[in-house]
């Protein structure tokens, strides 16, 4: 289930992010390590997330993505390995919420681009999708994901 979509306005973000390429199917085997390595340094850093975790996506090649895992942080961090500080850029974002699993979040992404015909912006090309609840201890039909679609 997805919600209506929305415009806001975003601030600046600050970012610690890993920057890297998978299929998508290797997603689970890819996000969970990075996260970990980035909650590991944040801890070594005496310092936590300013907010949950998310992934950028910068192109829909579902056999090669070019994604960005990370977490906002409340100000720029020194990078350290494969560990980058970067921002989510300010300006307009279309966004709407859904909830349930992962692989059916297509819907989301369809009302969205719905959505943004109909309000007459157009998409940058980089999506974001910030995990709001843990699916270690949430039932996958409870997962709630906001996607944010970035607007020229």
Same mark, same amino acid.
């Given at each position: ?9 975003? @601030?600046?973000?600050?970012? +610690? !992010?890993?920057?890297?390429?998978? !299929?998508?199917?290797?997603? *689970?085997?890819?996000?969970?390590? @990075?996260?970990?390595? +980035?909650? $590991? /340094?944040? &801890? $070594?850093?005496? &310092? /936590?997330? @300013?907010? *949950?975790?998310?992934? !950028?996506?910068?192109? %829909?090649? %579902?056999?090669? +993505? ?15 390995? =494969? ?5 989510? *850029?300010?300006?307009?974002?279309? &966004?709407? %919420?859904?909830?349930? #699993? /992962? ?6 992404? =369809? ?16 999506? /974001? $999708?910030?995990?709001? =609840?843990? *699916?270690?201890?949430? #039932? ?7 996607? %944010?679609?970035?607007?020229?």
């Amino acid at each position: 289930m997805s919600s209506k979509g929305q415009v806001v306005e975003q @601030a600046a973000q600050p970012i +610690l !992010a890993i920057r890297t390429r998978a !299929a998508v199917g290797d997603l *689970p085997n890819v996000l969970g390590p @990075a996260y970990q390595s +980035l909650v $590991e /340094y944040l &801890t $070594e850093m005496g &310092t /936590y997330p @300013a907010g *949950p975790p998310f992934v !950028a996506y910068y192109n %829909m090649d %579902m056999a090669d +993505l070019d994604i960005a895992i990370g977490f906002p942080v409340a100000k720029e961090l020194p990078g350290k390995d =494969n560990m980058k500080p970067g921002e989510i *850029p300010a300006g307009k974002y279309a &966004t709407c %919420m859904h909830i349930g #699993p /992962y692989n059916k979040i297509e819907n989301a992404y =369809n009302s969205l681009t719905e959505f943004i015909k109909e309000q007459d912006f157009t998409p940058s090309g980089v999506a /974001y $999708e910030f995990y709001l =609840n843990d *699916p270690r201890t949430i #039932p996958e039909e409870e997962l709630q994901t906001k996607v %944010m679609l970035a607007l020229v």
